[in-house]
Each structure stands twice: as structure tokens, then as C-alpha cells.
Nanobody, 126 residues
């Protein structure tokens, strides 16, 4: 059974940093796309960042570009999201996602992923 487990969320002041982790189990995703989405109260789930494969180019939402960095540790079957210069509008539940196949891949849509974590809350105070 495939599981994605996020961790690292919490409460931080504006301008601070957090690093989210997503540990996968049940299969390896070393060559598969993985990504991060977020959902704020009353809003739809939105794309944050994705990495198509371990050595591929990363994708970012315009709202986080230059502040967030996605990375992977294949030995640990884990993907990370380093979040710097956090803003109150970054407050949301952050979800990790993974795709079972390599292609086709539409990184910015929820339909592009087959597995999802349970989410971790990130709250940024002003």
C-alpha cells in the first residue's frame, strides 16, 4: 500500500522559514513526478511546486517562485519543500502528491497525480 506522509508544518512568523518533508512508502518514486499543493480555507487546492524526476527541472507557482525550493532524496524516498520568506497568504494545508507513471505529466493540475498525503498545516502570522 502506497503512503505519503507529510511533516514539518507549523506556526511561523512572516519572513520565517519552514521545511516540509514527504516520505513515501510502499513503492519508490525516484523516477516519478512528485509535487506539492496547498489548500487554504474556502479555496480550491492549488499547485505549489513539482519535480518531474530526480534530475529533472522543477516547476513553481508564480506566487512562490524565488522563495520556495523543491528537492528530493532518493535514498530516503522523500521529497522536500523549503519555504523561505513566508507570507500570511502562504497559510494553508500543504499536500504532497506523486504520480504512478512517468509520462504524461501535467505538473500543475491535481489530475496529474495518483497518490496524496494527508496534509500538514502551515500557518504564517503577520
Amino acid at each position: 500500500q502506497v503512503q505519503l506522509v507529510e511533516s514539518g508544518g507549523g506556526l511561523v512568523q512572516a519572513g520565517g522559514s519552514l521545511r516540509l518533508s514527504c516520505a513515501a512508502s510502499g513503492r519508490t518514486f525516484n523516477n516519478n513526478p512528485m509535487g506539492w499543493f496547498r489548500q487554504a480555507p474556502g479555496k480550491e487546492r492549488e499547485f505549489v511546486s513539482a519535480m518531474p524526476r530526480s534530475a529533472g527541472n522543477a516547476y513553481y507557482a508564480d506566487s512562490v517562485k524565488g522563495r520556495f525550493t523543491i528537492s528530493r532524496d532518493n535514498a530516503k524516498n522523500t521529497v522536500y519543500l523549503q519555504m523561505n520568506s513566508l507570507k500570511p497568504e502562504d497559510t494553508a494545508v500543504y499536500y504532497c502528491a506523486a504520480r504512478s507513471s512517468i509520462v504524461p505529466f501535467t505538473p500543475r493540475t491535481t489530475n496529474g497525480y495518483d497518490y496524496w498525503g494527508q496534509g500538514t498545516q502551515v500557518t504564517v502570522s503577520s
